[in-house]
Nanobody, 120 residues
């Protein structure tokens, strides 16, 4: 199955920024929509954002609208999540996944994720 690798997490103060990366391993991302998800301790995994295969369509969960931006560089086979104005409630493990379309079933395995901690 398809495998993606997340990176870029870390510890940041409230109001800070991070850029997460999602890289494909052994396949081309071009044909897939890519979604970012997060799971906070004791909570279910939730969808954060998704970008269509050609990048022409994006969507965001209400809690991150205006703060997070999803983008893709198909030449680098990578999708990014730029996170600005981070809040403590953004603390979670962030995962990415490939889909045939943004609201469709997942086409890739879950990876290890990358930890984002927002704290002063």
């Amino acid at each position: 199955q398809l495998q993606l690798v997340e990176s870029g997490g870390g510890l940041v103060q409230p109001g800070g920024s991070l850029r997460l990366s999602c890289a494909a391993s052994g396949f081309t991302l071009d044909y897939y929509a890519i979604g970012w998800f997060r799971q906070a301790p004791g909570k279910e995994r939730e969808g954060v954002s998704c970008i269509s295969g050609k990048g022409g369509s994006t969507n965001y969960v209400d809690s991150v609208k205006g703060r997070f931006t999803i983008s893709r560089d198909n030449a680098k086979n990578t999708v990014y999540l730029q996170m600005n104005s981070l809040k403590p409630e953004d603390t979670a493990v962030y995962y990415c996944a490939a889909h045939f379309y943004c609201s469709g079933p997942r086409a890739s395995n879950w990876g290890q994720g990358t930890q984002v901690t927002v704290s002063s």
